[in-house]
Each structure stands twice: as C-alpha cells, then as structure tokens.
C-alpha cells in the first residue's frame, strides 16, 4: 500500500481512505454515485413528485365532485 501512495504521489493515508470508501461501496451493493447520476436521479424524482402531485389533486377533485352529488341525491 505504501509503495502505490508513493507510486501515486500522494499519503499513504489518502490512499487508506480512498481504499476504505470504495471498499464500504462494493459491500452495499450500490455503485458510487457521480455528480451526473445524482442529477439524473433528482431529474427522474422530480418528474414522478409532479406526476403524483397531480394525481392526488384529481382525486381530490373527485372525491369532492362525489361528496357533492351524494349530498344532492340524498333522499331529503
């Protein structure tokens, strides 16, 4: 380890660190995330909240729309 630091230019403690996170992230199963996927990912979540935003507001529209015709068909 220390002769590759040394190799590399840089702290052997660096490298321990570096060795170490990457070592975290083939044990989660997971892929280290760069700037573009994060994007990409807040792109696609964005696009679903929009989506169920408004899907809710329909149901809600529709539960009133049936909550008004269920009060005006009630036998009275």
């Known amino acids: 380890m220390a002769e590759v630091a040394k ?5 052997v403690n660096t ?3 570096w060795v170490s996170k990457y070592s975290k ?7 280290e995330r ?4 994060i994007y990409d990912e807040l ?3 964005r696009k679903e909240v ?3 935003t ?4 329909l ?8 909550a008004r015709e269920q009060r005006w068909s009630a036998p009275g």
């Open 54 to 57: 408004g899907e809710r507001d």
């Open 25 to 31: 992230t083939r044990e989660t199963g997971e892929p």
């Open 43 to 45: 792109k696609r979540l």
């Open 15 to 17: 490298l321990h660190a």
């Open 50 to 52: 929009s989506r169920l």
């Open 7 to 11: 190799g590399l230019g840089i702290n």
């Open 59 to 66: 149901l809600k529209k529709a539960a009133a729309y049936f």
């Open 34 to 37: 760069t700037d573009e996927h």
